[in-house]
Structures are given as C-alpha cells and as structure tokens.
C-alpha cells in the first residue's frame, strides 16, 4: 500500500525506536532503515502498553510489498527515518486491553496497511477508511494520531500493539504464513475487482505478474472472470498459465498487443515503474475501465484522451481496502481456497529480498518468518 499522506519529519526526537519500553510495553526485535542508503539492519522497538482498546500481537509473519521497498529507500520522500516497514502482519493475539471483547488471547489475526484513520469523516464511517478525509494513518511511518509524538513503526518486528478496530481475523482455513500477502496484496487488488462488479464470464486483465498480480489473477478467477495476464517476462508465462490466467500476452511485444484489441473489461494494472499506458486501453471494451494500483516514483508517460473517449473507457486509482472489506475478502479466500504463493525468508535475507523483488525474481510474495528476528546479523545496532 501506500501510506496515506506523506509524513513531516518529526519536530524533535523520534520516539521510536527507542530502546525503553513504557510501563507494561514491550521490547520487540525487529529490521529497519535508518536512511534511504542503509538498506535493512536490525532495531530495537518499543512498542506501547496496550491501551484499553489495544490488541497486542506476536508477529509470526510479514510479507514483503513492493511498497516497503519504495518507503525504506525514501522514493516516495517525506520518510521519517529510522522506518521499520511491514504492512502484511498475521500473528497471534498475545494480550488486549480491558475494552476489548471481540479478541482473546490465542486468537489468530491480521493487520494490514493502516492502523488507525480519524473514525467521524464521511469515509471512515462509510466503511473507507483508507480514504479517510484527514489522511488514514499507515502501519509504518506515519505519525501515531492518538499520541502525536511517535510515528508507526511495522511488521518487520516480533510484536504490534493495534486498536481493535483494525485488526482483522485471520480463519482458521487459511496457512498463516500464505495469508499474510493478503493483507495488503490481496485486498489492494480484491477491492477494485468488487467496485467494477466483476462476475462470472468477464474478462479481467492483470498487468505484472508480482505480488499484487498473481493474487489478483487468483481473485478473479474465484470470482468467475476469464484472466489475461500482461507480462514484461518471458520466463513467466507458463507460470501464469499455471496460477490459473487463461492467456497470457507478452506486453513488449506488439502484435501480441494488436491481437488483444477490445477484448477485455476490467484492467488492474499493478506495475511499480513507470510504463506506457495506451496500448493498455487499446485492449479494453466499450465501458472498460483501468485500474492503477502500482505508484511509480518517477512520472508515467502521458495518457492519450482519445483512447478514453472513444470507448467511454475508465481511468481509475484505488488505493488498498477499508477494514470490513478487508475482513470480507480474507473469509472470500478461506471460502475459495486462495492465498498467496510465498517465499519464505529469513530476517538476514531481507536485503537480498529485496533487490530480487525490484528485479522482478519472486514468485510471487517474500514473507519473513519473524522467528529469525531473533539471531540478528553481527553488525546489528539497537
Ligand atoms: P512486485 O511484486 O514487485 O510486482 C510488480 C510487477 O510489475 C513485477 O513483477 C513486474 O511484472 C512488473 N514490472 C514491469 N516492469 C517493471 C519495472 N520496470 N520495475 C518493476 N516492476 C515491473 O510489486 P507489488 O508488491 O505487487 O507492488 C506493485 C506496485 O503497487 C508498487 O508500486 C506498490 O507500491 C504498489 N502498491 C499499491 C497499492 C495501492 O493501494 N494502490 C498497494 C500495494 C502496492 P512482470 O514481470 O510480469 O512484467
Ligand atoms: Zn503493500
Ligand atoms: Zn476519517
């Protein structure tokens, strides 16, 4: 996801990560970035005695967004270092505050990109949350609205302490570690699918095969839809005739492109680097839409209006799920059997993670398994 406005640097010191937890709070191990250069190294976070509406949660699982890369090396700017990112948390309930009934002890639950929004505008109380009018506040390196001197801190940790609104249950069905890319790769892509209707016998185009890709792939085909996956690599298209797309065009390549002229309904375009959108629109219907999930941070090319106006075709953003869209498409997955294909990583294995992801190499979602957390590179600093 993308955070939700970009984050002032804090007016004095940041109060996180700090090395002391408060009364009641507690120390979790955890890898962040102390600078747009520093790439992943171990911290220390203290993480806040649960409040009476608070749920703490040991992390068991976070998966890796591509989003995570962009924050930690400062491409989107407005970064509050040192950032410990995460927004694909599943883990189990360890404590809650005296407030909360709907969450135990042993509970298995997820936390996704925000963590708290203002609660009254009119999109928190329709249920969008993530367009809160006075700016959501993201999972990580946002300033903590309930206690305005600290900014978020993520899932790249052992523990998180959330309000419960945010917290979503994770079902039993579900691998906890193939739900976490749910979180936010999953709803990120759930949610525009659901707005434009999908249903049975439409043809959705999915543009990048990555993290938001194949679950997007995967999610239409649960929901009926006949899936055409757009492709910079060659060395995918099998697999993605494998996760269940129906045809796969190589989008590098022009009459492969021409051939896919007004076939399509729906696009969720998920690239996170700047590209060509027009051959794109080509592809779509009369009334077709497309829908920009990747943020880029550099411009993308301009789009030619023609190409809109001729087919009354949609040119659309959307940004991650609200909180009960969220809990709605985890139980549509227990429901349909869909989770994520993951790699697994260990904690010293992040940077790596990383540059592999922005290569293009994972098939189709790092996450990392929290336990390693706890055996820290040498050079680690807390
Ligand atoms: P990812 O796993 O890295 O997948 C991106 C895919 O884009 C790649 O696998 C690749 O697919 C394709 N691509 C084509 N050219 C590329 C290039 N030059 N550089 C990088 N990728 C290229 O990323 P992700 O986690 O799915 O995230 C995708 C984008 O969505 C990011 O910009 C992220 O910040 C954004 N995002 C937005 C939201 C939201 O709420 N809107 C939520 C989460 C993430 P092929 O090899 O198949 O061409
Ligand atoms: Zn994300
Ligand atoms: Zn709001």
Same mark, same amino acid.
């Given at each position: 996801?993308? @955070?939700?406005?970009?984050? @002032?640097?804090?007016?004095?010191?940041?109060?996180? @990560?700090?090395?002391?937890?408060?009364?009641?709070?507690?120390?979790?191990? =955890?890898?962040?970035?102390?600078? #747009?250069?520093?790439?992943?190294?171990?911290?220390?976070?203290?993480?806040?005695?649960?409040?009476?509406?608070?749920?703490?949660?040991?992390?068991?699982?976070?998966?890796?967004?591509?989003?995570?890369? &962009?924050?930690?090396?400062?491409?989107?700017?407005?970064?509050?270092? #040192?950032?410990?990112?995460?927004?694909?948390?599943?883990?189990? +309930?360890?404590?809650?505050?005296?407030?909360?009934?709907?969450?135990?002890?042993?509970?298995?639950?997820?936390?996704?990109?925000?963590?708290?929004?203002?609660?009254?505008?009119?999109?928190?109380?329709?249920?969008?949350?993530?367009?809160?009018?006075?700016?959501?506040?993201?999972?990580?390196?946002? *300033?903590?609205?309930?206690?305005?001197?600290?900014?978020?801190?993520?899932?790249?940790?052992?523990?998180?302490?959330?309000?419960?609104?945010?917290?979503? %249950?994770?079902?039993?069905?579900? !691998? #906890?570690?193939?739900? $976490?890319?749910?979180?936010?790769?999953?709803?990120?892509?759930?949610?525009?699918?659901?707005?434009?209707?999908?249903?049975?016998?439409?043809?959705?185009?999915?543009?990048?095969?990555?993290?938001?890709?194949?679950?997007?792939?995967?999610? $239409?085909?649960?929901?009926?839809?006949?899936?055409?996956?757009?492709?910079?690599?060659?060395?995918? +298209?099998?697999?993605?005739?494998?996760?269940?797309?129906?045809?796969?065009?190589?989008?590098?390549?022009?009459?492969?492109? $021409?051939?896919?002229? %007004?076939?399509?309904?729906? *696009?969720?375009?998920?690239?996170?680097?700047?590209?060509?959108?027009?051959?794109?629109?080509?592809?779509?219907?009369?009334?077709?839409?497309?829908?920009?999930?990747?943020?880029?941070?550099?411009?993308?090319?301009?789009?030619?209006?023609?190409?809109?106006?001729?087919?009354?075709?949609?040119?659309?953003?959307?940004?991650?799920?609200? *909180?009960?869209?969220?809990?709605?498409?985890?139980?549509?997955?227990?429901? &349909?059997?869909?989770?994520?294909?993951?790699?697994?990583?260990?904690?010293?294995?992040?940077?790596?993670?990383?540059?592999?992801?922005?290569?293009? !190499?994972?098939?189709?979602?790092?996450?990392?398994?929290?336990?390693?957390?706890?055996?820290? $590179?040498?050079? =680690?600093? =807390?």
């Amino acid at each position: 996801m993308t @955070p939700g406005r970009p984050v @002032p640097p804090p007016l004095a010191q940041p109060a996180a @990560p700090s090395t002391e937890p408060s009364s009641g709070g507690v120390l979790a191990a =955890a890898y962040g970035a102390t600078s #747009p250069d520093s790439g992943l190294v171990p911290l220390t976070l203290a993480r806040r005695t649960p409040k009476a509406d608070d749920v703490e949660i040991a992390i068991e699982y976070c998966g890796l967004c591509h989003s995570d890369v &962009h924050a930690t090396r400062g491409e989107w700017g407005g970064t509050a270092w #040192p950032l410990v990112p995460g927004h694909e948390i599943v883990g189990t +309930v360890r404590r809650v505050g005296s407030a909360v009934v709907d969450f135990a002890a042993g509970d298995r639950v997820g936390v996704g990109c925000m963590v708290d929004s203002c609660r009254t505008c009119e999109s928190c109380l329709d249920g969008l949350e993530q367009y809160c009018e006075n700016g959501m506040t993201g999972t990580y390196g946002a *300033i903590d609205r309930r206690n305005g001197d600290s900014v978020t801190q993520g899932g790249y940790s052992s523990s998180i302490v959330v309000d419960r609104r945010y917290v979503v %249950r994770v079902p039993e069905s579900l !691998d #906890p570690a193939a739900a $976490a890319p749910l979180l936010c790769a999953g709803v990120t892509t759930f949610s525009p699918l659901r707005h434009f209707g999908v249903e049975e016998g439409d043809v959705v185009g999915v543009v990048g095969l990555g993290g938001l890709g194949h679950m997007a792939v995967k999610l $239409a085909r649960a929901m009926g839809a006949k899936v055409v996956v757009f492709t910079t690599s060659d060395a995918k +298209v099998a697999a993605a005739l494998e996760l269940g797309a129906d045809e796969v065009v190589l989008s590098r390549d022009e009459e492969a492109m $021409a051939g896919a002229n %007004r076939s399509i309904d729906l *696009i969720i375009d998920t690239v996170a680097a700047p590209h060509d959108l027009n051959p794109y629109f080509r592809t779509l219907r009369v009334d077709g839409a497309l829908f920009q999930l990747g943020l880029p941070s550099e411009p993308m090319p301009p789009v030619n209006p023609g190409s809109l106006i001729r087919r009354r075709i949609a040119y659309a953003g959307s940004l991650i799920g609200g *909180i009960a869209e969220t809990q709605e498409m985890l139980d549509f997955c227990a429901g &349909h059997g869909v989770a994520a294909e993951i790699e697994m990583v260990r904690a010293d294995q992040l940077n790596e993670a990383y540059d592999r992801m922005v290569a293009g !190499d994972v098939k189709y979602r790092f996450v990392l398994d929290t336990s390693t957390l706890h055996a820290p $590179a040498k050079e =680690a600093h =807390a």
